[in-house]
């Protein structure tokens, strides 16, 4: 492109450079300038200086900066004709002179209102008047513009420029302000409309709409009423697009609360986010003046509100459930006393059924899960009948089933109990070893660097039939706090009665003819077989509560319909307490390669003596260990040039793993001692992956190991609840309540594969969650408090979760993001090659630990077995 050059000033004023807005001479636009250069030559050099650009006229240019300095010469002339004529009048008067008038000047029109046509001449002579013509239903009269300001406007709107015409209006003195009044006019107008009582504004005091919050709604309801003030603060707000929705909508929802008290629906939301995370009182009472938040006691009683429907989804899916059971005639298939705390009912089929608009034809299946959660109470002031106190109540909430079980049958399967099905079996250790080659492969593509390669062939998520429900977000409803303690029996009662009222249950009366000849009414209870999940002792007080209960007279109180489950997290802690009893010792500092000295020579000072304390080091740290065992025995010699993956994994399991009986006595201790770390830790691993994935039958072929490993290692309460689960999944449940309990046993809180935890976890989270709560209430701290604050705490994470989302907050995850292992595990693994664990050397023992024979190997079966028959199964079947 050719360059182009002002010809007064030689700038370059070529397209696309800062001094690009140029002008042609001759033309419209450059005319007015033109002429004062051609005065100005004309007058000092007596020849007009358009005589001397080039001959090509159309390549003739002006830039701005000269064609503003002439127009301004131009107007300057103008004021000082104006100034001059005004003192000269003045002056007039003083001398007794008639008054004068500038030549240009004439008297001035009378203005009148009109939005009639106007036609404004396109080209205007710079010494001529401006004169407007209005067209009127009488005809056309024209006026005569004097003013400077009124001229130069008329020619914006001659050329239709609109936004010159009101930036100048806009930023002159004579026009802005009354600009600012109209706009401010317009957003009264506004504000009025949407607060008017005429408009139902989501934005008006609702619990219903608390409950539905989302900014999204919110600014789309501001942005249809609210347009004036909503661009004047998205243009004056510089943010990202996320942050400036939610702070335009905080500033109006402020100046609308101000204006009406009802409008407070954001300032309800904030409320209860600051009340979720432990706000004190005092902020409540200064930013509520400021219409950010409620006042304290109004927060209070908001919270008190939201708490009374908190059940509202339970009661739902129970009566979907209960309207099932009154579809077809239902008749128990087994009745009492044959299983003490079970009752069955036929399946309703839900194909070819019609319901009504309103009810949805899908599965609403649902499980309970409780347990304990302990309060202390400080007193500042201690007296005698005025002490510390520690209250132990009842938590508990409600899962949806992920899994669609509408089409599984409600009878129980018939035949004798056999014990040897909930007994490991040769089918099961084969399948639980092809578990663990996967599980070893992957520790070897992390750390061998032969195998980093091959790690596109490993299976991270382990598929089973319900892989794809598993991946599903869980939906869970807070049932709040029992103020009773399940340690006594009485209480437990009370606390499985308050359950009881989510159970589908339908009431029935026969008449039956007595013996005398009389008819007498029978009143009979049909349920729906409920679960009711929990950790040892909460499901054994929950079975002790129910046989308690079964004498009564009336079926309501006989809490039929209750189904106790045995949950995971709490067993898994227990296995890491047989493993820590079993190879953790403090007096084995000395021994290499033990947990303990393992311990000391990483620094790892935050492993506890007690698993239980500190769940995580514990997991974290013997994790570490059982990845350096594996690499280690790989490369014990088992590692070939020729060898695969698959084979080496396969290798260590035949070399290292022990899970059957042998009454082989083991002459080196150091290396059952490894064999035992690996082993044990293969079967903790496999406990947590299918955890992880929501494999159901996977866990239960796991419980038939826990069984030996509890009963073997004096843990007999956590052996009967698993023979229990297990005799009750393959012999007294229907198809669709052993369905439900391998399915149920899981939350995934995200959405995604691989990322569920036990039920009992996730309530431990919600108990964590609650005394965060509970700690911040001060001296308001009362059982009405906990109770609300507990009912409430669904709201309260729903309104956390939309402020993380609008405002693109990175949520606080439950599961700790681990920093690499790195030097730790090379230390580790130094030392275990050093110490030559796997060497199998006659004789060898640790000083402080000696291990002749690994767990799983000293099992007897028949003892189990006996154990069984003789004490378990009686105990569960009259």
């Excluded at 002008?23 to 004309?42: T, Y």
């Excluded at 404004?120 to 003013?147: A, C």
């Amino acid at each position: 492109m050719a360059s182009a050059v002002c010809f007064l000033c030689q700038a370059d004023v070529t397209s696309g450079t800062m001094l690009s807005k140029r002008r042609k001479i001759p033309g419209p636009a450059s005319d007015l300038a033109s002429n004062i250069l051609d005065e100005l030559s004309q007058k000092f050099y007596h020849e007009k200086v358009s005589s001397t650009c080039q001959e090509s006229e159309e390549t003739t240019f002006i830039c701005h900066k000269c064609r503003k300095k002439a127009e301004d010469l131009k107007m300057l002339r103008k004021k000082v004709e104006e100034t001059e004529t005004e003192l000269m009048n003045l002056i007039g008067n003083v001398l007794g002179v008639g008054v004068r008038h500038s030549e240009a000047e004439t008297p001035p029109p009378k203005k009148r209102k009109s939005s009639h046509d106007v036609e404004v001449p396109p080209n205007l002579e710079q010494d001529e008047l401006v004169t407007v013509k209005v067209h009127y239903p009488s005809g056309t009269k024209s006026y005569d513009i004097e003013s400077p300001f009124s001229k130069e406007n008329v020619k914006r709107l001659a050329r239709r420029s609109l936004n010159s015409f009101s930036s100048s209006v806009a930023t002159s003195s004579h026009t802005s302000d009354l600009i600012v009044n109209e706009v401010a006019k317009s957003v009264v107008k506004e504000t009025k409309s949407i607060c008017s009582n005429n408009h139902d504004s989501i934005l008006r005091d609702s619990c219903e709409g608390v409950k539905f919050f989302s900014w999204d709604t919110v600014y789309i309801e501001l942005a249809r009423m609210m347009p004036t003030l909503m661009k004047l603060l998205n243009t004056i707000i510089q943010s990202k697009d996320s942050d400036k929705k939610v702070m335009v909508c905080l500033i109006i929802s402020m100046v609308l609360k101000s204006r009406v008290r009802q409008m407070s629906l954001v300032q309800r939301a904030i409320s209860i986010l600051l009340y979720g995370n432990g706000c004190s009182k005092e902020c409540f009472n200064c930013l509520q003046p400021l219409m950010v938040t409620l006042s304290h006691t109004g927060t209070l009683k908001l919270i008190e509100r939201l708490s009374e429907g908190h059940d509202m989804n339970v009661q739902y899916w129970s009566d979907e459930l209960l309207s099932n059971l009154k579809k077809k005639d239902i008749t128990n298939t087994r009745e009492p006393p044959e299983i003490d705390y079970m009752d069955y009912m036929d399946f309703i089929d839900f194909e070819d059924e019609m319901v009504d608009a309103n009810q949805s034809n899908g599965w609403n299946g649902f499980k309970l899960v409780g347990d304990n959660i302990d309060f202390n109470f400080r007193r500042t002031f201690q007296r005698i009948d005025y002490t510390p106190a520690s209250h132990h109540f009842f938590h508990s909430y409600a899962i949806k089933d992920r899994v669609d079980l509408s089409g599984l049958s409600e009878l129980p399967p018939s035949g004798e109990i056999d014990v040897q099905m909930i007994l490991p079996s040769k089918e099961d250790i084969v399948q639980i070893k092809n578990i663990f080659v996967t599980l070893i492969s992957r520790v070897l593509v992390t750390h061998v660097e032969r195998f980093k390669s091959d790690s596109h062939l490993i299976t991270w998520h382990i598929p089973h039939m319900y892989s794809d429900n598993m991946k599903e977000k869980s939906t869970t409803v807070m049932l709040g706090i029992q103020l009773f303690n399940e340690n006594k029996l009485d209480e437990m009662c009370k606390i499985m009665e308050k359950h009881h009222q989510y159970v589908p249950q339908l009431k029935q009366v026969e008449k039956v003819l007595s013996p005398s000849g009389d008819i007498d009414e029978v009143h009979k209870l049909k349920t729906w077989d409920t679960l009711f999940g929990g950790d040892q002792l909460t499901v054994a007080r929950a079975r002790g509560a129910k046989t308690i209960r079964s004498g009564h007279e009336e079926p309501e109180e006989q809490l039929k319909g209750l189904t106790p489950v045995l949950e995971d997290w709490h067993s898994r802690m227990t296995l890491m307490k047989v493993i820590w009893k079993r190879l953790f010792k403090k007096e084995s500092l000395r021994d290499k390669g033990t947990l303990s000295q393992l311990k000391i020579l990483i620094s790892r000072t935050s492993v506890p003596l007690d698993p239980e304390k500190n769940m995580q080091a514990a997991e974290d740290f013997f994790q570490l260990v059982l990845d350096a065992h594996i690499v280690a025995a790989a490369e014990n010699g088992l590692m070939k040039d020729d060898s695969t993956l698959e084979e080496v994994a396969m290798a260590i399991i035949d070399s290292y793993v022990r899970l059957e009986p042998n009454n082989v006595t083991h002459v080196d201790a150091i290396n059952t001692y490894a064999c035992e770390v690996i082993t044990l830790g293969l079967i903790w691993a496999n406990f947590y992956d299918s955890i992880r994935e929501g494999d159901g039958h996977r866990i239960m072929q796991i419980w038939k190991f826990l069984l030996l490993i509890f009963s073997k290692t004096g843990h007999k309460n956590y052996a009967k609840e698993a023979a229990i689960l297990l005799i009750s999944v393959k012999f007294l449940s229907s198809e669709r309540l052993s369905a439900q309990i391998l399915t149920g046993r899981f939350v995934n809180t995200k959405g995604r594969e691989g990322c569920n935890m036990p039920c009992d976890l996730y309530l431990e989270h919600l108990n964590r969650r609650l005394k965060k709560v509970i700690r911040h209430l001060g001296s308001n701290v009362q059982p009405s408090s906990i109770e609300r604050a507990a009912k409430a705490i669904g709201i309260v994470d729903h309104i956390c979760k939309v402020f993380r989302e609008s405002l693109s907050v990175p949520s606080n995850s439950d599961k700790h993001s681990k920093p690499p292992h790195g030097k730790d595990f090379q230390k580790v693994l130094w030392q275990l090659n050093e110490s030559e664990i796997f060497a199998r050397t006659s004789l060898r023992h640790h000083e402080k630990i000696s291990l002749r024979n690994c767990l799983l190997e000293t099992v007897d079966y028949d003892q189990v077995t006996s154990w069984l028959i003789e004490r378990i199964i009686p105990s569960i079947i009259f």
